[in-house]
């Protein structure tokens, strides 16, 4: 009985590795045949010999079956250590040919650690602010309710006010929200526990924190009943208060002193936790408000509403749901909250993060450009040095390396060189995460501050690879799809691939100059708005002015006259310091981030109530010393005086901006005004010039109400002297101090310091570009030098020829130049017309400027040209002095 | 008991090594010689034989191939590598040794009184 003839077309199949159980089934088979021939032999008959071949060999399944377990588990295996060993061929090949060509290797990986850090420690911040959920339960159900009041009453069983949509009604909707809460950040007074201390403090309704989703480390939540009026007082204090003050005791509850008063401590937050803006403590917001309530503050209280949506509600239908609120309520209840009411609820981080929001996105766009040419460049480099190896790869392609296996290679040396590109960049990136910091919002720092991560590492590392391929393949299939019998016959260099390689290196070099003009123009456009801020006039002097604030506690703030008496004596002694020009005192300072209250101003005989506009502006309390010490000229009438007190006639300064808006075309002396419909009239004494709250706002309408008058607890003391800025700083401490040894002091600080702190954001953001731009300036003129040096090789023999048949040298250089030339002002008009089309988005960061404005964009075209025209010299030279004899001779 | 004994399978494989020191071949010859030298005193499943080769190509004392045999069949060979010539040598005095002591166990003359400790 003769075997089943293998087919042939299995031998071909042989091809991709063997066939195992084919393989196993002919052993056997064979094994058995010749068995039977055996018994055949034997003399017994053919059945007999087949049956007793195979109860011979026992039990045939189960050999079969081992066998092809056995072999196959070992084809797997030793196809895998193939594998193994093929990559870490590859790797050890990679970077052995890396070390020997060290410093190409180095510009690779220098070129993309800078694309890479720039990218990881931006994207850290935007991750932190914009892309990292709050670290609440079910974030993205929390909202800011926008436009919702807390009612405020002045004595128990009066009329509540304002008459808006209060927080208790959006408590009585049900269903829509899970929970409401409101709070505010101010500061008060810490004693009790050692040395007085200024701590925040969080004024919370009892809502917040079940609304957030957080709970006490330990001692309990706020009653309900703790959030109304009268209730003996409680706080909660956080971890890190805890143990720096208590010593982590854990005893409660404890009483300490808030500027005088005693509160018990009934709890203590879990660490981590400092919501809102690294708050030590909280302490209830009662509803309604009461005057005690602005304890904390100054004067102004900015309470911020959260809600948590439930789980079937949406943000349209709670928008939907306060607009049908406010319908119900008079119009001109409506007005004063019209900007409010076009956004009425938003998600809470996308409020937290506020205006920070377009800058980040610019930088992080920035960087994304950054990261595109640090890959265009990478490549190039890649390009030109496949270029070197073309002869290499050809003979070895030669002598029988597959294709696939010589990208392999390519795109191992490519992955080694990315890698370190991320390793360089994560080292950069935690180096300047610090920097970053600065451009978060300060209500985000605790809650989500920029940390390199786990995540960060998955994004660094995922650059790397995304680059390392995409810019290692594109070079490796190139220089493999070389024709290797050109390449061995030429001696690489000349020919149909060289040409094309050459065009494709133009365009990633115009590519990358385009994108860093785009860069440059940003940057352009941010240095002119600084320079212009810089310039612009405050309104006041800042030169020789210091400041420092004060919280009156004790008896000092018991009613408004012994405040008014405290600040007056403070102020006279200081005038009494040689050397101090003027002193005096305010509640609130341009260029510092406080909370600024606005009023409704109602002026005699002007349309007011429904369908007017209603106009509003920043109150302030000012001493007349305030004007004299910040420098702040009185346009026409007077100041007010020491004499303006209570129970005078009541009187207000305001600014040039106020007159042109509420009287315009008229002389505002001698006006009247009321605020908010309430109270009595106020006249108009005097204009004093506009002064800027902020470098990069134009300035608001300003009142100022006389600070004799009425004197908030927290008070700024300001002196002008000729004194260096420390020695003004301790003349005011001193003169505080000797008023009463108590009183605590704080934000003590130059003016000029003040202003340049204001700027921080915008200065560090402006760094950032400029120094991106500056990044990209350098890696563009790498390009551009790369590529045209490497023309200068790739015609050296055409350059010859030239020179042989009598090209002078600046004929050979002119042609170069030429080159050089065309490359950088073509990639210069293309970025050009980028920076137009990305102008809008830089819109917002401006000040001062057009985002098209020429000059910016002109000034970056000649910093990229003239460095690009530059770096083509050194290869026009060397084209210049080529040596027909030895051009010739090298052929 | 019965004339013929279970093979103990490092037993197997020492006695493929060593029908394989003689030069190449495929499993029905080394079967053949097994069963010959041994004169069928050795119960062999000739079915175990061919996951012992296999085994003992994994573990590349032997290697194998296809070819052709005498009567022009494709037909697997196996022969010895270096490695598989050393372990036979190792394995073979280990063994001699191993049936010399039990050997002289056997026919030790009278039973000793096991001496107390």
Redesign the interface.
């Known amino acids: 009985m003769g ?1 089943p003839k ?1 087919p042939l077309w299995r031998r071909y199949l042989r091809f991709f590795g063997p066939d195992v159980e084919a ?1 196993v089934d ?3 088979r ?2 058995l ?3 039977e021939r055996d018994y055949l032999a034997r003399g017994l008959s053919p059945e007999e010999a087949r049956a007793e071949a195979i109860r ?5 399944d ?2 079969r079956r ?2 092809r377990r ?2 196959s588990r ?1 084809l797997r295996r030793d196809r895998w250590s193939e594998r193994v060993d093929g990559w870490g061929q590859d790797l050890r090949f990679a970077l052995r040919t890396l070390w020997r060509q060290r410093g190409f290797s180095l510009a690779v990986i220098a070129t993309l650690s800078l694309g890479i850090g720039a990218t990881t420690a931006i994207f850290s911040a935007v991750d932190a602010a914009l892309l990292r959920p709050l670290p609440f339960p079910h974030p993205a159900e929390l909202v800011e309710l926008r436009a919702i009041e807390v009612p405020f009453r002045e004595e128990a069983g009066q009329e509540e006010h304002p008459s808006g949509v209060t927080i208790r009604d959006v408590g009585a909707l049900g269903g829509l929200f899970s929970g409401v809460g409101a709070y505010a950040v101010g500061g008060l007074n810490l004693s009790g526990t050692g040395n007085p201390i200024r701590t925040r403090v969080g004024v919370v309704t009892t809502g917040l924190l079940p609304t957030l989703g957080v709970r006490p480390a330990f001692g309990r939540h706020f009653h309900p009943e703790e959030g109304t009026p009268g209730q003996a007082a409680v706080a909660l204090i956080s971890h890190g208060l805890w143990r720096r003050q208590f010593g982590g005791d854990s005893a409660l509850p404890r009483s300490i002193l808030l500027n005088g008063l005693t509160y018990q401590v009934v709890g203590v937050m879990p660490p981590e936790f400092t919501f809102p803006e690294r708050v030590d403590l909280w302490i209830p917001l009662t509803v309604p408000m009461t005057p005690e309530t602005f304890e904390p503050f100054r004067g102004a209280i900015l309470k911020t509403v959260v809600a948590r949506l439930a789980p079937s509600a949406t943000l349209d239908a709670a928008r939907d749901r306060m607009r049908l609120l406010w319908g119900k309520l008079p119009a001109e209840a409506r007005d004063e909250y019209r900007a409010l009411l076009a956004d009425p609820v938003r998600p809470l981080q996308g409020s937290l993060v506020g205006n920070r929001r377009g800058p980040m996105l610019i930088l992080l766009g920035a960087t994304g450009l950054l990261l595109l040419i640090a890959c265009v460049n990478a490549t190039n480099l890649l390009l030109a040095h496949a270029a070197t190896r073309e002869r290499e790869l050809a003979v070895r392609a030669v002598l029988g390396a597959s294709r696939g296996r010589l990208v392999r290679q390519l795109l191992a040396q490519s992955l080694v060189l990315s890698v370190a590109g991320a390793m360089g960049g994560l080292a950069l990136a935690a180096g300047t995460l610090r920097a970053v910091q600065g451009l978060l919002p300060k209500e985000m720092l605790d809650i989500a501050s920029p940390h390199l991560d786990l995540r960060l590492l998955v994004f660094a590392i995922g650059l790397a690879g995304i680059t390392g391929i995409g810019f290692g393949l594109w070079p490796a299939l190139g220089a493999t799809r070389t024709d290797a019998h050109g390449a061995m016959k030429s001696g690489g260099g000349h020919g149909a691939t060289a040409a094309r390689r050459g065009r494709l290196r133009r365009t990633l070099v115009t590519t990358e100059l385009a994108l860093a003009l785009m860069l440059l123009a940003g940057a352009g456009l941010m240095l002119k708005s600084f320079v212009i801020l810089l310039d612009t006039n405050p309104g006041f002097e800042p030169e020789r002015v210091a400041a420092l604030q004060v919280v009156l506690d004790g008896s000092r703030a018991l009613s408004n006259a012994n405040r008014v008496a405290a600040v007056n004596a403070i102020a006279e002694r200081l005038r009494g310091v040689p050397g101090i020009e003027a002193a005096g005192a305010v509640n609130d300072l341009p260029m510092t981030d406080q909370v600024r209250m606005s009023i409704r101003v109602d002026a005699e005989g002007k349309p007011s109530g429904e369908g007017a506009e209603p106009k509003f502006a920043r109150w302030l309390m000012a001493s007349e010393g305030y004007f004299r010490a910040l420098g702040i000229p009185l346009i026409r009438g007077r100041l007010m005086r020491e004499t303006d007190d209570s129970l005078a006639p009541k009187i207000a300064v305001i600014n040039q901006t106020m007159a042109k808006i509420i009287w315009p075309g008229e002389d505002p002396i001698g006006k009247r005004f009321k605020s908010g419909g309430r109270g009595e009239f106020r006249t108009v004494v005097g204009i004093v010039r506009d002064v800027r709250e902020r470098m990069d706002q134009r300035p608001d309408p300003h009142t100022y109400f006389p600070i004799g008058e009425f004197t908030p607890q927290d008070v700024t003391i300001v002196a002008r002297g000729a004194l260096a800025g420390p020695d003004l700083l301790a003349a005011l401490r001193l003169a505080v101090r000797e008023t009463d040894p108590t009183q605590a002091v704080y934000n003590a600080r130059t003016l000029t310091d003040a202003m340049s702190r204001s700027l921080a954001p915008r200065r560090s953001t402006t760094l950032l570009i400029t120094a991106f731009g500056l990044l990209a300036l350098l890696l563009a003129l790498v390009g551009v030098y790369g590529v045209v040096s490497y023309t200068v090789t790739l015609r050296q023999r055409e350059l010859g020829i030239r020179a042989a048949l009598g090209a002078s040298r600046n004929n050979l250089a002119r042609l170069v130049l030429t080159e050089g030339a065309t490359v950088a002002l073509l990639g210069i008009a293309i970025g050009l017309m980028g920076a137009f089309g990305l102008s809008r988005v830089l819109r917002g960061l401006l000040y001062g400027v057009e985002p098209t404005d020429p000059t910016a964009l002109f000034a970056a075209a000649a910093v990229l040209l003239i460095p690009a025209i530059l770096a083509t010299l050194i290869p026009a030279r060397r084209a210049a002095s080529a040596d027909p004899v030895e051009v010739m001779r090298s052929e | 008991m019965s004339e013929k004994v279970d093979v103990l399978r490092g037993t197997l494989d020492l006695l493929i090594l060593k029908a394989l020191s003689w030069g190449p071949a495929h499993g029905y010859s080394v079967a053949e010689w097994i069963e010959r030298v041994t004169e069928d005193t050795l119960q062999i499943e000739e079915g175990s034989l061919y996951p012992a080769l296999h085994r003992l190509d994994e573990r590349g004392l032997i290697e194998a191939e296809w070819g052709l045999s005498g009567n022009n069949r494709r037909a697997k060979y196996y022969a010895l590598t270096v490695a598989g010539r050393q372990a036979l040598k190792a394995e073979s005095a280990t063994w001699s040794r191993y049936a010399k002591a039990v050997f002289a166990a056997l026919s030790a003359p009278a039973a000793l009184k096991p001496a107390r400790a």
Do not use: N, S
């Not at chain 1, 011979?56 to 045939?60: A, H, V």
């Open positions: 075997a293998e393989d002919e052993e056997l064979f094994h045949d010749m068995k011979k060999f026992g039990d045939l189960r050999h081992q066998l056995q072999d070992r």
